[in-house]
């Protein structure tokens, strides 16, 4: 590849660089003038991810398969992802103009590191070598755990930080330890060079290492998908978050574990898929979906609500890998796509509206909602659409996710698995519509008097959000589509 | 020469070490140590693979040089968190840090 | 001969330190075991004919890590007054899981047939590091770098004592 | 293409909605009551035009032709085969019908006494409306199951939102809302499993291809992800414990909607599905069908007798009017495959008496449940042991009363006799048992009708002690005796006694929709 085209394919990663170090730049500059600062830069972080967003929608347009020497790969999977880390950004950002400098003053900071953090999932998802696998998930990572503790005079913020920082510190060793033994195994650590090595026979003393490298690294991968018993960190992390970092966490990142799972398994690991990974990929679904709800049941704050739920979900998404196939409809893999893609605009919805009471009220805890549809009917009939999404209830993008990952299950023939998901759906409906009997059911404290007021950026996030929740679950066929493209590419390689 | 498994056993046992100390001590830095430890174990078995796998490329090298790097850079983040911690709350007693409930 | 005796000597002097490290009662103490574990770590790379990276080790693990760690004890060091326990009551269980986990690894490690061969290392390792870091790992190189700006600027602005 | 009559009656009601929603009263500078007001209007307009469409669809129905008619297909989401197809055959035009009506009345009736929060109630009516049509039109699973979700949320808001506080409505709505849940999400895995044998999401096609007709195990599994659905929707025993507390908690138009409609969808799954779809699994089960059906007529009726509640009487004479229908779809699936002449005949009458009871109970128990509320405005209880004597004092309520109680509980001339009359009838030639134990329900029934509801309400001595104040449902005031009905309670009742008397005295032109269907149906299976 000439470097042109190295520069044409990593022209997304080297826009984000660029916005993140124009702001800290900018920053600097108006270093006197801190108004200004504050005022422009969310806006500056917001076209540059714009551009962002056009360039990689364009590169999507070209349909690539294209090597960076053998580091990385730009193909429409790893486009999908970037997408989806640049509009979660977009959203966040939306959501925090009024949040963060009201509680910090290191706001320009905040959104290139936002930025930064989206730069991190774009590396991540694109890369087709353990190393820099390794490096991106540290470098999303670190910004992770400073954007948590970012409000660093709270106590709960800077606790969340501390512990995810240890948890993610353990578990990113964990993940090199696995990723030793395969370089070890096979002399190389890009993933087709690795798949290569194996396909060539598998001699019975070698194969011995495939279940504990494959253990050892979904240790560091279900870290950043939060999956149970790896999740122990998010709770406390999404409680003392910023809201804003708690619902990137929530989604953007969360979809980078996922894309990384699915590429190193289904390119770096394909021959272990049987015996090795569809095994330990179930038991981690079935642990993580069903410890999330029941124990999501039991929150009383919406933010660890929340928390859980999204952990519940991600034994949903997981069922997409266990059960993956060639099928292009109910292939899996596509599934995935779509629930993580609906997923990002009703978890995303469903912290901005948290941010709106939380800016109102000052409190997270599911009391503050109680007659919210008196104080705030958008917010209410929002958070509602959101949870009925989460629920999995039609016309909603959470139903078509459901219905493509449970679909996949069924075709592979995995119906226990697909049972014990169903179960869950409904013990997770229970807890999302305790939320709906506070807002509509429950009196408000104050008689419904006191109404929330909701400024035009959070306004724009939640219509956008639930613009795109319903027309991804009534207008499916062209996300199934683009889906299962982005999928295919990965899906032929395996 | 050194049989490979010896340097893996080491490793092993350095990282079991490590291990240890990440799930028993409640100082948030002790913590933080064991972590070091288990990093150091996984450099052993790269540059010992690096040795006896693939001595002619450097790939083992480079990943455990990164590796390196990046520890550094997570040290001084953790460490400035720790720092933090301890100016809001007096403790950095992992088990203390309970203002979040769980 | 001699080698495999160095070897055993350096292994059981990275051991025991890392052992001293998880166990000693002051955590500072601790992070000088542990800076003499590093040590032994970076005798191990030389005798896998690893001279630059031994010295890389030294130079970030024993010179700044730890001295890092050494600051943060120092500046927390209200913390290592108390007279309570420094580990947790779980540790003997630990200790088992531990132990378990590692005859699990030294078993693994032992059993499995990694494709070992005999070559000699390349003429000039750190010209060969030079050229893979601008050559095939260009990208890590590159991100690398961002990382640690990223994180230095993190780093500060919470560890920063005003607003 | 022609005119897409089916498309407008489902998809009115939600552009009534989206109507009902927007800020009129802002805009033109409306008091809050004038905007209620105009909502209250805006609501029963566009309730009235899916109702107009669907008499014109009761008219414009082949009948003599049958099958499904009015079909529109469109691309919905091609990549994985789900189509926007909706038609309607025999058993679906007069449960469209059903619908509309009830839909209007419950609207109209609703614009009197719904006071508070009166926009949010009238969307989420309309939206329940959409919801059930759209299950009852729907030829593609996918679609039928989003249908059959979306009515599942306005009616746990009826409940949750205009419940009485004394009826726990917080803890009915979401138990409602859960059971219900239970029996989709298994409906959804067997959707997927016959789209993975068949190829299809397409009902029509689906019963043309039997799916898993080689694997009984897995046509077994796929059956009841169905049934269990459906039996949880009508409900039988032992999956009713919702229902009760759902009806006694919803509002007046709420509990008409619940027992009118939803409890429709069940038995209307069971017939347009589970029977065709997989007949052979249906024969299976059929004895056990027709053992749930029986026990839910004599479990409800007798339960029924140990009421105070007047509400929750009639809510568990639900329960037992719907374990006709299950007899009946259960006596039809056993006759499945029958040899003997005259079998197929049989069933297919039981299975006119089910459908025909469908419709029935719809209009019977629909409008008991209006007259409830019709007396509860005026008493703020439900308790029968504080009516008695009220024969004197409200007439006109007590004439209505007794024709509505009547055709409950069977009496020939009323609706309620022909399908009872056709499902045992045709019950007995095929299971002679069991159609005999449902029998005792049927006297139970004019049991708990005479005594717990005419007696207990209506005669002895009215005492003015038990309830001393009665409230005006007009104006809210306190009067010390019962007022009789209003006009627009009459309006509301009217119709639907219209229709227990028409089809009691005449039911051959809703008996001819189903007739051609079910004889269709066995004939083909």
Not at chain 1, 136 to 141: A, P, V
Not at chain 4, 371 to 384: C, K, M, N, P, S
């Amino acid at each position: 590849m000439t470097t042109a085209e190295t520069f044409l394919y990593l022209s997304p990663e080297l826009t984000l660089l660029l916005v993140a170090a124009l702001v800290f730049v900018l920053d600097l500059v108006w270093r006197r003038d801190p108004d200004r600062a504050h005022r422009w830069l969310p806006w500056v972080a917001m076209g540059g991810l714009a551009v962002a967003l056009i360039i990689t929608v364009a590169l999507m347009a070209r349909n690539p398969s294209a090597h960076i020497a053998t580091m990385m790969v730009i193909d429409p999977m790893s486009l999908f992802f970037v997408a989806i880390a640049i509009v979660g950004a977009m959203l966040v950002i939306l959501s925090a103009l009024d949040y963060i400098p009201a509680r910090t003053p290191y706001v320009s900071e905040f959104y290139a590191l936002v930025v930064v953090a989206v730069l991190a999932i774009a590396i991540i998802v694109s890369a087709n070598d353990l190393i820099l696998i390794y490096l991106g998930m540290e470098f999303l990572s670190i910004t992770s755990y400073i954007l948590v503790g970012f409000l660093k005079r709270n106590r709960g913020s800077v606790e969340g930080a501390l512990k995810y920082f240890l948890y993610g510190a353990a578990a990113s060793a964990v993940m090199l330890y696995g990723m030793s033994f395969l370089y070890g195994a096979t002399g190389a650590t890009d993933l087709e060079a690795i798949a290569r090595v194996f396909s060539g026979g598998l001699t019975g003393d070698l194969a011995l290492m495939g279940f504990p490298a494959i253990a050892l690294l979904m240790v560091g991968f279900g870290f950043k998908a939060s999956l149970v018993p790896f999740h122990q960190w998010a709770p406390d992390a999404y409680e003392g978050a910023p809201t804003p970092v708690t619902a990137f966490l929530a989604t953007a990142s969360k979809a980078a574990g996922f894309a990384i799972i699915a590429r190193v398994l289904l390119v770096g690991l394909p021959m272990f898929q049987e015996k090795e990974w569809v095994p330990i990929l179930m038991g981690l679904s079935i642990l993580t979906m069903t410890l999330g709800n029941l124990v999501a049941i039991q929150q009383r704050d919406m933010k660890r609500l929340l928390a859980y739920s999204s952990i519940a979900q991600a034994g949903y998404i997981l069922i997409g890998l266990v059960a993956i196939g060639r099928d292009v409809a109910f292939g899996g893999l596509s599934g995935l796509l779509v629930y993580l893609f609906a997923y990002l605009f009703t978890n995303i919805g469903a912290f901005v509206v948290v941010i709106a009471v939380e800016n109102a009220t000052g409190a997270t805890d599911l009391p503050a909602y109680a007659g919210l549809i008196r104080r705030s009917p958008l917010l209410a009939s929002m958070l509602l659409l959101f949870l009925l999404s989460l629920a999995g209830i039609p016309p909603t993008g959470g139903f078509l996710g459901k219905f493509l990952v449970f679909g996949a299950a069924i075709r592979a023939h995995f119906l226990t698995l697909a049972i014990i998901a169903i179960i869950n759906s409904v013990i997770a409906a229970f807890y999302y519509l305790n939320v709906v009997r506070y807002m509509f059911f429950v009196q408000p404290p104050d008689g419904g008097r006191k109404a929330i007021a909701v400024t035009p950026a959070i306004r724009v996030a939640l219509w956008v959000c639930a613009a795109m929740t319903l027309l991804i679950g009534v207008c499916a066929q062209p996300f199934v589509t683009w889906a299962a493209h982005s999928a295919s590419l990965l899906a032929a390689v395996w | 020469m050194i049989p490979l498994s010896w340097y893996l056993v080491v490793a092993a046992a350095l990282f079991s070490i490590g291990v240890y100390g990440v799930l028993t001590r409640r100082n948030a830095v002790g913590v933080l140590m064991g972590v070091e430890l288990m990093l150091n174990a996984v450099n052993l078995n790269l540059v010992a693979f690096w040795r006896y796998v693939t001595p002619t490329k450097m790939t083992g090298q480079v990943f455990a040089i990164i590796v390196i790097t990046v520890a550094a850079a997570e040290a001084a983040v953790g460490l400035a968190l720790v720092i933090a911690a301890y100016r809001t709350r007096r403790t950095v007693n992992v088990e203390e840090l309970d203002t979040l409930k769980g | 001969m001699l080698l495999r005796l160095i070897f055993v000597v350096v292994s059981a002097f990275t051991l025991g330190f890392a052992l001293l490290m998880v166990t000693a009662r002051s955590l500072f103490h601790s992070a000088l075991a542990m800076a003499a574990s590093f040590l032994g770590v970076a005798a191990l790379y030389i005798l896998l004919e690893a001279e630059f990276l031994a010295g890389v080790q030294i130079l970030i693990y024993v010179g700044a890590i730890a001295i890092l760690i050494i600051f943060a004890i120092m500046l927390s060091r209200g913390t290592m007054r108390t007279a309570e326990p420094v580990v947790n009551k779980q540790w003997p269980f630990v200790a088992v899981v531990a132990l378990s986990l590692f005859g699990l690894l030294a078993f693994l490690v032992s059993q499995v047939a990694w494709p070992a061969r005999s070559a000699e290392p390349m003429g000039d390792p750190i010209a060969a590091l030079g050229k893979a870091f601008v050559g095939p790992y260009v990208v890590p190189f590159e991100v690398a770098s961002v990382l640690l700006v990223v994180a230095m600027i993190g780093a500060i602005i919470i560890a920063r004592e005003k607003e | 293409m022609s005119f897409p009559i089916l498309t407008l009656i489902t998809f009115v009601p939600l552009l009534g909605a989206i109507l009902c929603l927007l800020p009129w009263g802002q805009w033109l500078g409306w008091s809050k009551a004038r905007e209620e007001d105009f909502i209250r209007l805006l609501a029963i307009l566009f309730s009235l035009v899916p109702l107009i469409l669907a008499v014109f669809l009761w008219l414009a129905y082949d009948k003599a032709a049958g099958g499904f008619q009015f079909e529109e297909m469109a691309a919905w989401i091609p990549a994985l085969g789900v189509s926007y197809h909706i038609g309607v055959d025999g058993l679906s035009v007069p449960l469209v019908f059903l619908t509309t009506l009830l839909t209007t009345l419950g609207l109209y009736y609703s614009s009197h006494v719904i006071k508070h929060r009166v926009r949010e109630f009238f969307v989420l009516f309309l939206l329940l409306e959409m919801g059930m049509l759209g299950v009852f039109v729907s030829l593609d699973f996918v679609l039928f199951y989003v249908f059959w979700e979306i009515g599942l949320v306005p009616m746990y808001f009826l409940i949750g939102i205009w419940g009485h506080e004394e009826d726990r409505p917080q803890y009915s709505a979401i138990k409602f809302f859960l059971y219900t849940l239970v029996g989709s999400v298994a409906m959804l895995l067997a959707i997927l499993g016959v789209y993975f044998d068949t190829g299809t999401f397409d009902i029509v096609k689906a019963i043309a291809l039997k799916p898993f007709a080689a694997n009984p195990m897995l046509a077994g599994l796929a059956f009841w992800g169905f049934f269990l659905a459906f039996a949880i929707k009508m409900p039988v025993w032992p999956f009713h414990t919702w229902l009760p507390d759902a009806h006694t908690a919803a509002p007046t138009a709420g509990s008409v909607i619940l027992a009118g409609v939803l409890l429709k969808l069940g038995a209307y799954g069971l017939i347009r599905i589970n029977l065709p779809v997989f007949p052979t699994a249906a024969k299976t089960w059929a004895p056990l069908m027709i053992a749930l059906g029986v026990i839910s007529i004599v479990y409800g009726a007798l339960v029924c007798m140990a009421q105070t509640d007047l509400k929750r009487l009639i809510a568990y004479s639900s329960v037992s009017h719907m374990g006709y229908v299950m007899l009946g779809v259960g006596a039809a699936a056993f006759a499945i495959g029958m040899k003997r002449a005259g079998a197929l005949d049989s069933a297919a009458m039981a299975l006119n008496g089910a459908a025909l009871q469908m419709f029935n109970h719809g209009i019977i128990t629909g409008g008991l449940f209006f007259l409830v509320g019709v007396i509860y405005e005026r008493a703020h209880t439900r308790e029968l042991n504080l009516f008695g004597g009220l024969s004197a004092k409200v007439p006109y309520y007590y004439g209505l009363m007794m024709v509505t109680a009547l055709a409950s509980l069977g009496l020939p001339g009323l609706a309620g006799f022909w399908s009872e009359f056709f499902v045992f009838r045709g019950a007995f030639d095929l299971v002679r048992v069991w159609a005999a134990i449902g029998v005792i329900g049927v006297v139970i029934t004019a049991a708990y009708i005479l005594w717990r509801i005419v007696q207990s309400v209506f005669l002895g001595q009215y005492d003015p002690q038990k309830i001393a104040h009665w409230t005006n449902p007009a104006d809210g005031n306190m009067t010390h005796e019962p007022m009789d009905v209003l006009l627009f309670e009459k309006v509301t009742l009217w119709p639907l006694i219209f229709f227990m008397i028409l089809f009691g005295v005449y039911p051959t032109p809703i008996l001819d929709f189903f007739n051609r269907m079910t004889m269709a149906l066995m004939h083909g299976l």
